[in-house]
């Protein structure tokens, strides 16, 4: 079975060719980073155009890469939300256009749950449950329970920023291109994760639940002076903003490690299985296997871990295994979209 998969929720165009649900034969991902580099970060409507210009040349590339044509698809899988109305549009009408056309089924696929589907797909034996998922991206930082696979149960999510726009958002102040979170931990390998004491929030009565917009508000008055706004100018001294990048990151993964592991503990879980662009951090990863667990880690791979289509293909395939049935010409996109009922 060939799934073609779309994603446009953000400011990446991808298509990817999947057989099997696994085994990966194209994977195309068109950036934008260049286009919103100079704003300091997304512009809805100028990621929506650029998705319109290059959806067909990505789809192109896409079939030639796999080395088939469009009647070889089996199936349609498209990121349904959540993301940017304008740029889930593209997407969705794209997807919705070639099963029409190809008279092949529909799948919505939700681009958060294809977040953590990707590390599934990263593994070459299957994955054990129950499992902690743990997403962790521009738009989420969220702790989910998975007695199986495709079950879900909330357990704790962040109350204001997520941990990949708290990384975005520390960059603007320190004056680093978008997206900031490649860049501060960069800046973070030469820093000392001790020399500024910052601290995440917490939430009452909701162990599980992040914060983390006291922490960004830290780091502005630790690099621009007490009360300071976004637009003032920088007063730490330079060689100082490796330490405070170092401090930061360190405030916000202990926090994400030990909600974490309590978390997997609570529930009993064997695993625990991560997605979103934030996993690409090696820091993260270092300090999850440095900490004390007993669970089996489950990270996404090179190519999986960004937005991409190949993680809306793979989870399109299984969700068209549990449910052969085509969703409707009629399918709105759901900015808002939620994965857990
Ligand atoms: O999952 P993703 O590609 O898109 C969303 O669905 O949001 O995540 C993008 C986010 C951005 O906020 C970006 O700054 C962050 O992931 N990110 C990182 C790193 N690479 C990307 N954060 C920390 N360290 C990184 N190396
Ligand atoms: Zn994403």
Same mark, same amino acid.
């Given at each position: ?112 749950? +294809? ?147 309590? +978390? ?78």
């Amino acid at each position: 079975m060939l799934t073609l998969g779309i994603e446009s929720t953000c400011d990446e165009t991808g298509c990817a060719i999947v057989k099997n649900g696994r085994q990966i034969l194209s994977n195309i991902v068109a950036s934008q980073i260049d286009l919103h580099m100079e704003y300091g970060g997304v512009v809805p409507e100028l990621a929506c155009r650029r998705h319109v210009d290059l959806m067909i040349p990505v789809l192109r590339e896409a079939l030639e890469e796999a080395r088939i044509s469009l009647q070889d698809i089996d199936q349609i899988a498209v990121a349904q939300g959540p993301g940017l109305v304008g740029a889930l549009l593209i997407g969705v009408n794209c997807a919705k256009t070639l099963a029409w056309l190809l008279d092949k089924p529909l799948i919505a696929v939700n681009h958060i749950e +294809a977040h953590l589907y990707a590390a599934s797909m990263s593994q070459d034996i299957p994955v054990e449950f129950p499992c902690l998922g743990v997403v962790l991206s521009g738009g989420h930082t969220s702790l989910v329970y998975m007695p199986e696979e495709g079950s879900y149960e909330l357990i704790g999510q962040t109350v204001d920023d997520a941990v990949g726009e708290a990384f975005d958002k520390v960059a603007k102040i320190l004056n680093l291109p978008y997206p900031g979170g490649p860049r501060i931990e960069a800046l973070a390998k030469n820093g000392n994760p001790n020399r500024f004491a910052l601290k995440p929030g917490t939430v009452k009565n909701r162990p599980f639940d992040f914060s983390f917009s006291g922490l960004k508000t830290g780091v502005l008055y630790t690099a621009k002076g007490q009360s300071a706004k976004y637009s003032s100018v920088l007063t730490l001294p330079a060689e100082d903003i490796p330490d405070l990048a170092a401090s930061f990151q360190q405030a916000a993964f202990s926090d994400i490690v030990k909600k974490t592991l309590a +978390a997997a503990k609570m529930k009993n879980c064997r695993a625990i299985l991560f997605g979103g662009g934030v996993t690409s951090n090696q820091r993260l990863r270092d300090m999850f296997n440095e900490a004390e667990s007993s669970n089996i880690y489950y990270w996404p791979k090179m190519g999986l871990i960004l937005d991409n289509a190949a993680m809306i293909a793979g989870l399109g395939y299984r969700r068209y295994l549990k449910h052969p049935h085509s969703a409707s010409l009629d399918m709105e996109v759901m900015p808002n979209m939620p994965f857990i009922k």
